[in-house]
Every structure is written in structure tokens, then in C-alpha cells.
């Protein structure tokens, strides 16, 4: 295997610039997923990295060997595309051993490789249909095993389930997870869908209008985002950002002032703080008129069976607050919403994360 590395890419069609400086790089062995809203340039970033597409400039490296201008064939990497992109007129054997085929391994090598990533994917008894005979799942399968039977030197995938119904999604997104452990693969794995990015990877990287906003592990993109577009895009409900204010006491929210820590206060003043996110499940409901709470009225209701979302409308906007499945109210309704300070971010008016919440040991980062 080997790691991934992108330096200084760019990638222009035309007047329109797609990639505007991509620095990124991926450890060895590591599940990386690249997460953004459609036309963010992911996908390009990988198609460059595929050999797909020439960058206009910067240079990509696979391991110690910079392949940039490399043809596709010589890269030592394997793609899984949204369409499957399996050949009709071949059985699944011949589908899965066609890599081979073409690096003019041996019959018996061959065969013993597809039997072997048969057995890991449990597609064995499909061996000898076509296409056109297999489920969905079956033929994401097909295309894993025909992908992983030449050992790359990393697996690249755009997208691969969103052409399967929400159950299936669920169960390949398991079968990939278990199967990149279990290869040790480098993976680059493209996604719109942030619960696929935040369940799967060992690192996320948030891409937004052909930059990079943010990569780290996945809790660390929820919890500690960078700016305000990563905070709002990753999450379901997303984080609810509301105007902030300082006061000698804390920060002004939704008309009302709730206490900071002197630390943290000092922190919001020095960066210059004018917003404050939340995450729906930091928030509570509370009676109207209680101590400590913004005053609102409910404005949708969502049983979700489970839970029930909130939204209540306060003054400066609306917020998302995650309440029991007993929650019984009606729209229009007075409530109040309360949240610990402790885990709110701020954010300055360049939109980026000055003072996050507050980590285990109580440090402000």
C-alpha cells in the first residue's frame, strides 16, 4: 500500500477553476473520506488522482513515486465507480479477474486470486452469472472484489452506493468498512453524504468551493469544526448558529444574556466573537420563564420515534433542539431552550472557529 499526497494541486476548465490549491495527505493504511456539496471539486481531486484527469498544476504523489503525468495503468491504484461499470458479455469471475488478465497473470494464478476475494466479499456462488443476474448489492460486491484481487497500492471509490436503496446503503456501508480493515487498504472514498464520511473514515476531509476547509478524524470534525461551513454542512439536524454579543457578564443571545466562564469570556473577546453555534443535542427544552432560558415558541414539531425534533423560533433565528419521544407540544406554543455554554463554538465575522468548546480537561482550545 502507500500513502496519498496531493501538493499545491489545481485543476481549471477553462475560465472556471475547480481546484483552487489542494494540499492533502493521506497516511498509509488510512480510510480517508473526501466529504462536500456536489460541484466542491472532490471528485475531480480524484479523478486526477486516477489519472483521469491532468491537473493544471502541483503534483500528486502515490507513496514515494510522484505520478503525476502517469498514465491510469501505471498508478498501482483501483477504482470503484458509482455505475459499478462491470462488463455484460463477462461472468463475475471474468469480471473480478480481468485486472489480472491484463497484467498477463497466469490461469491458475488467476483463478486462485478470484477464488480467494470471492470468499472475503461471500460472492462465491455467483462466480459463473452475468451481470445482468445480480442485485445491486451483488454487483457492488462484484466490483469491490475486482478492485482489491491485484492488491493496489490504493482504492479509490466515487461514491459507490448511491445508486442503492437506504437499507442496502446501511449494510455495504458495514461490508466496506469491515473490508478495508481488513486489508490495511489506503482508501480515498468520495461522498456527498456526510453519515457514510462520519461512520466509515479514519479521517474526513471537508471540501467546499475547490478548497479544503478542514481534515481530521471524524469526531473531531463534528465536535471541533473549523469554520462555520464545516459546523453547518456535517450534522442532522446541522449546528444552529445564532448572533452573538458580548457583555460584562457573558454573551447576548436571542435577547438574553447567559454566563460565560471569565476564561472563555476573555477568549470570545479577544477573537472578536459575533456568532455562536450549537448542536441540537446540546440544546434543551425548558418551561417558559425559566431561569436561564431563551424564550421562543415552537415553530415545527418531528417525531422521529426515537426522539423528537424541535424547532423553536427565538429572536435572531431558529434552533434544532433534540427532545425525548415523550415531548408533547404544539406549534405555536411558549418554550424555552437552554444549553451549557461550555459546549457552544464561536465563530468571528471572517466565519471561522475562534473559541471552541471546551474539551475533556476543561481547557478552552
Not at 27 to 54: E, N, V, Y
Not at 142 to 168: C, K, T, Y
Not at 199 to 207: C, H, I, K, P, Y
Amino acid at each position: 500500500m502507500g500513502s496519498v499526497v496531493f501538493k499545491n494541486v489545481v485543476k481549471n476548465f477553462g475560465a472556471l477553476n475547480v481546484l483552487r490549491s489542494l494540499d492533502l495527505a493521506v497516511p498509509d493504511h488510512k480510510f480517508l473520506a473526501l466529504l462536500g456539496p456536489s460541484g466542491c471539486g472532490k471528485t475531480t481531486a480524484l479523478r486526477i488522482l486516477a489519472g483521469l484527469d491532468m491537473p493544471t498544476a502541483g503534483k500528486v504523489f502515490i507513496g514515494e513515486r510522484d505520478v503525476t503525468r502517469l498514465q491510469p495503468r501505471d498508478r498501482d491504484i483501483a477504482m470503484v465507480f458509482q455505475s459499478y461499470a462491470l462488463y455484460p458479455q463477462m461472468t463475475v469471475a471474468e469480471n473480478i479477474g480481468y485486472p489480472l488478465w491484463i497484467r498477463g497473470t497466469s490461469e491458475a494464478e488467476r483463478k486462485a486470486k478470484i477464488g480467494e476475494v470471492a470468499a472475503i466479499l461471500e460472492i462465491g456462488h455467483l462466480l459463473d452469472r452475468r451481470p445482468r443476474q445480480l442485485s445491486g448489492g451483488q454487483r457492488q460486491r462484484v466490483a469491490l472484489a475486482r478492485a482489491i484481487v491485484r492488491d493496489p497500492a490504493a482504492f479509490l471509490m466515487d461514491e459507490p452506493l448511491s445508486n442503492l436503496d437506504a437499507r442496502l446503503r446501511l449494510t455495504m456501508r458495514g461490508e466496506i468498512k469491515r473490508l478495508c480493515q481488513r486489508l490495511s487498504a489506503t482508501t480515498i472514498y468520495v461522498t456527498h453524504d456526510q453519515v457514510e464520511a462520519l461512520t466509515m473514515a479514519d479521517l474526513v476531509a471537508v471540501m467546499h468551493g475547490g478548497d479544503l476547509q478542514q481534515m481530521a478524524p471524524p469526531i473531531d470534525i463534528y465536535d471541533r469544526p473549523a469554520n462555520r461551513f464545516v459546523a453547518t454542512f456535517v450534522g442532522n439536524p446541522p449546528m444552529n448558529i445564532l448572533p452573538a454579543a458580548l457583555s460584562e457578564q457573558g454573551v447576548m443571545v436571542a435577547a438574553s444574556i447567559v454566563p460565560l466562564e471569565q476564561t472563555r469570556l476573555t477568549a470570545c473577546r479577544l477573537a472578536g466573537i459575533v456568532e455562536i453555534g450549537l448542536r441540537p443535542e446540546d440544546c434543551s427544552v425548558a418551561q417558559p420563564g425559566e431561569p436561564g432560558a431563551l424564550p421562543g415558541e415552537i415553530y415545527v414539531v418531528e417525531p422521529m420515534g426515537n426522539e423528537t425534533l424541535v424547532n423553536v423560533r427565538l429572536e435572531g433565528g431558529n434552533v434544532s433542539v433534540r427532545a425525548g419521544r415523550d415531548f408533547r407540544g404544539a406549534v405555536g406554543e411558549s418554550i424555552g431552550v437552554t444549553f451549557d455554554p461550555a459546549n457552544a463554538c464561536f465563530f468571528n465575522s471572517a466565519g471561522l472557529t475562534a473559541v471552541h468548546r471546551v474539551n475533556n480537561n476543561g481547557r478552552v482550545k
